[in-house]
């Protein structure tokens, strides 16, 4: 398999966009958020991981359980797990919450798979391969089991075989994790991308949608009867974790968070209770799963506000060559200072590859979202035209929908795998101007690997909520700032990842926390600055919903009892 960076010292990325036929475009969101890898070098990693399968076909047992799980001595090989027709082992070797060796019982297994209504996976099972992905493939990881889900009876169910068996528990809604946290190797994926359904009352503008959507599909079918919610900037991302993880995107000046729409939920903690959460109802975890993350249980449904929009709305790109980043980008703050709430301009520093409409060299690239009138647009415009001719420029008036797709106007392909990607973010207060200095510092002495640094606008109305309101805590600030690369050779990792970390320490005293969905890692003293004055309340409702830590795959809030 792909070697992977220990998840310790692994630090994440979300890379910057080519616009060029020689690059594969994989978009993870906004002009800010966007992963670029060339075609040749996926393919030569996806030769490298069918290589790797074989291999590890032929290794049998230790090329699936690996060291850990084989120092267990179990007394079974693999070739249960490479047939057709699978029956269950003996004991099955898995990975516990302290992540040492545990055996799961034949008998065990069979009564759970037999209570569920959806499939309960093993390795050689149908359909294992294709459930056990996720969007990052630089996860290349075996979940002993997967679960998937056809109902919150189903979620109920497999968390309390989870909590029972002890079992590291990685829960899956979308699968978009950059993190690779929805997923685990060797203990159990909760897989919610089966449950689907999603209704829509037009007469009191909610939307109700399970755990398994996509925010393209959200989209398409609230967008049918011309309503919207904030959600994301990538159309293959899951509502569960977005959301769970505050919900930035392209309507959030207008409209808010994800998080911030979010009317009520359905909720399955540690101890296998469903509960309906909301203002009214176990209003504090109510409060906590609005930007609080994963922490406190599985989300198996999610009730969303929605808001009279679109079908257009005027948005798309313009890049400048790099050389006027430093006249240019005052021009854009002065822009944003001033700017209501349909205005969004995000912008990045970014290394672009050859392409017939724009020469290889690094540009400063801006996103353009207006949401307002369109006989506003000429005036907006007006305003970027006075930053001059772009080297490339796609900005006009298209469907929300579109614009959900980035760039390239299409639904992005999985990551390969063996990317190893470093990101870290940060959220800017007050004036900018020095962390916009230092960036441009740093981005003109960065190695080939470090791609770019993207600053996305706050403010409007993700400010006007208070800050303890929900567990986002960071909503007044101005930026978010986000720092990334990647790069194929594994033997680079150690030095990539010094360089990475860096430019990192020049960058961080200007920030404050980090954003969850694309760092999750974060160590304990920036998880107490993301989450703030409301980090001794997280804390407390973790003792209270999941005080054995069950769900610790995420900006883990640990538990003090």
């Not at 609005?290 to 599985?298: A, H, L, M, Q, T």
């Not at 004055?533 to 003090?560: C, E, H, M, W």
Request: charged letters at 20%; one cysteine or more; glycine letters at 12%.
């Amino acid at each position: 398999m792909p070697t992977e960076i220990p998840s310790q010292r692994m630090e994440y990325v979300l890379l910057l966009h080519g616009f060029g036929s020689e690059f594969k475009e994989v978009e993870s969101g906004s002009a800010a958020m966007i992963i670029k890898i060339p075609n040749n070098v996926i393919q030569q990693a996806k030769a490298a991981d069918e290589a790797a399968r074989s291999r590890q076909f032929r290794v049998g047992r230790r090329g699936f359980v690996g060291s850990g799980l084989a120092a267990a001595t179990l007394p079974f090989g693999r070739v249960w797990a490479d047939a057709k027709d699978i029956e269950l082992p003996e004991q099955l070797a898995a990975i516990g919450l302290d992540g040492k060796p545990i055996a799961l019982a034949r008998a065990d297994i069979k009564a759970f798979r037999a209570s569920l209504r959806g499939k309960l996976l093993l390795a050689g099972d149908d359909g294992y391969e294709q459930a056990r992905k996720i969007w990052n493939g630089a996860f290349n990881r075996h979940p002993a089991l997967i679960a998937c889900c056809a109902d919150s009876d189903d979620v109920v169910k497999t968390v309390n075989f989870a909590r029972t068996q002890g079992l590291l528990t990685a829960v899956r809604g979308g699968g978009h994790s950059i993190s690779g946290q929805s997923t685990c190797e060797g203990g159990l994926m909760i897989d919610l991308s089966p449950m689907k359904e999603i209704r829509v009352d037009v007469t009191r503008k909610t939307a109700q949608a399970q755990a398994g959507v996509l925010l393209g599909e959200f989209d398409a079918k609230s967008q049918a009867v011309g309503l919207v919610t904030t959600l994301g900037t990538a159309a293959d991302t899951g509502i569960a974790g977005l959301t769970l993880g505050g919900g930035l995107g392209r309507l959030q000046r207008k409209f808010g968070l994800a998080c911030d729409n979010l009317l009520s939920a359905d909720v399955v903690t540690a101890d296998g209770r469903l509960l309906h959460v909301s203002e009214h109802e176990n209003a504090d975890l109510f409060w906590g799963i609005r930007g609080g993350g994963g922490n406190f249980g599985v989300v198996t449904r999610f009730e969303y506000r929605l808001h009279k929009f679109g079908p257009n709305l005027l948005a798309g790109n313009r890049a400048f060559p790099l050389s006027r980043a430093r006249e240019l980008i005052p021009m854009l703050l002065e822009m944003m200072a001033g700017a209501g709430d349909d205005l969004g301009l995000t912008f990045d520093l970014s290394k672009e590859p050859p392409t017939p409409n724009q020469p290889e060299g690094s540009y400063l690239e801006i996103e353009l979202i207006y949401t307002g009138d369109f006989k506003e647009a000429d005036r907006v415009l007006a305003s970027l035209d006075k930053l001059g001719k772009p080297a490339f420029d796609d900005i006009a008036i298209k469907p929300y929908v579109k614009a959900q797709l980035g760039v390239s106007g299409a639904a992005p392909p999985s990551l390969p795998p063996g990317l190893h990607i470093y990101s870290k973010s940060g959220f800017v207060y007050g004036n900018p101007d020095k962390i916009i200095d230092e960036m441009l510092r740093q981005f003109e002495s960065s190695p080939a690997y470090m791609s770019g640094m993207g600053f996305s606008p706050m403010g409007a109305a993700v400010g006007r909520v208070k800050p303890d309101a929900t567990a986002f805590w960071n909503r007044n600030s101005s930026y978010m700032l986000l720092l990334h690369g990647g790069w194929m050779d594994a033997s680079q990792d150690a030095a990539n990842i010094e360089g990475g970390r860096r430019i990192w320490q020049a960058l961080e005293p200007y920030t404050k926390g980090h954003y969850v969905n694309a760092e999750p890692n974060a160590e304990e003293q920036r998880l107490h600055a993301t989450y703030g004055g409301s980090y001794p309340r997280l804390v407390q409702l973790k003792n209270k919903y999941d005080p054995k830590n069950l769900f610790r795959l995420n900006a883990n809030i640990k538990p003090t009892v």
